[in-house]
C-alpha cells in the first residue's frame, strides 16, 4: 500500500510522541538525582540547624543577648566538666514541670536527669563509631544505637517528629555530623529518678542538734 505525504508525516508524529512519552516516563527518568557528599553534607547542616540541634547539643558562650551556641564546640553535648546542675526533686512528679540548665544542654524531669549527647565523630565518646544504620534506627525506634536492647532515649530529645525526616534527610544529617572536627566530651549517663532521690537526699544539709 503506497503511504502518501500527510499520512507518512502523521506517522512519523505519532512515533515522536509515543518514544517521548516512554522515555519520560521510564524508571531511569523517575528516580531523584543522587546527592553528592557536598550535597548531603549541605542538607543536613540546613536540617541540623533549621531544626534547633544546636539549642540543646551544643555548649553555650554568654552574651548580652543571652546564650549562644559555642562555635568552637558545635554539637558536642552537655560538657563533661560542668558541676552538676541543682536537684528539684519535685520534677520528678508528672505535671510539675521540669528544669533545664542553663545552656540547655541537660534537663531534669520525670525520667530523671538526661545530658543531650556529643554529636560529632569523635570515635570514643561520640558518633564517630556509629554507622549510617546505628544512626537512622536510633531515630526511627528512639533507642540508643538503633538497638533493639538499647536505652531509652530520653526527653527532651524530640526523637518521634525527627522519626518522621526521610531516609535521605537522616542520611544527610549523618553526613553533615561526620563532617564537624571530632570533640572528645564523654557525656555523663542519665539519672534514673529513683539515682535522683538518692542524690538529693544525700545533699541534704543535716538537722541542727538541739542543745
Not at 531544626?51 to 546564650?67: E, I, L, Y
Not at 572528645?184 to 542543745?211: F, G, I, L, Y
Amino acid at each position: 500500500m503506497k503511504i502518501t505525504k500527510p499520512k507518512f508525516s502523521m506517522l512519523l508524529v505519532a512515533l515522536s510522541v509515543v518514544v517521548i512519552y516512554l522515555s519520560c516516563n521510564s524508571p531511569s527518568m523517575n528516580q531523584p538525582k543522587a546527592m553528592t557528599k557536598e550535597e548531603m553534607i549541605a542538607r543536613g547542616k540546613y536540617l541540623v540547624t533549621a531544626g534547633g540541634c544546636n539549642d540543646c547539643h551544643s555548649p553555650k558562650v554568654f552574651t548580652a543577648q543571652g546564650p549562644m551556641p559555642d562555635t568552637t564546640k558545635l554539637l558536642s553535648g552537655h560538657p563533661a566538666e560542668d558541676p552538676p546542675m541543682p536537684i528539684d526533686t519535685n520534677t520528678l512528679h508528672p505535671g510539675y514541670g521540669y528544669l533545664g540548665a542553663a545552656d540547655l544542654t541537660a534537663w531534669e524531669g520525670p525520667w530523671g536527669i538526661s545530658y543531650t549527647a556529643n554529636l560529632t565523630a569523635d570515635s570514643s565518646t561520640g558518633t564517630g563509631a556509629w554507622t549510617e544504620d546505628n544512626f537512622i534506627n536510633a531515630l526511627r525506634k528512639g533507642k540508643h544505637l538503633g538497638l533493639d536492647g538499647g536505652r531509652p532515649i530520653l526527653p527532651p530529645m524530640p526523637w518521634p517528629f525527627i522519626s518522621q525526616y526521610t531516609d535521605e534527610d537522616l542520611k544527610s544529617i549523618f553526613a553533615y555530623l561526620h563532617s564537624l572536627p571530632p570533640i572528645k566530651n564523654q557525656v555523663p549517663a542519665p539519672v534514673a529518678p529513683s539515682d535522683v532521690m538518692k542524690m538529693a537526699m544525700s545533699n541534704m544539709p543535716m538537722p541542727k542538734k538541739h542543745k
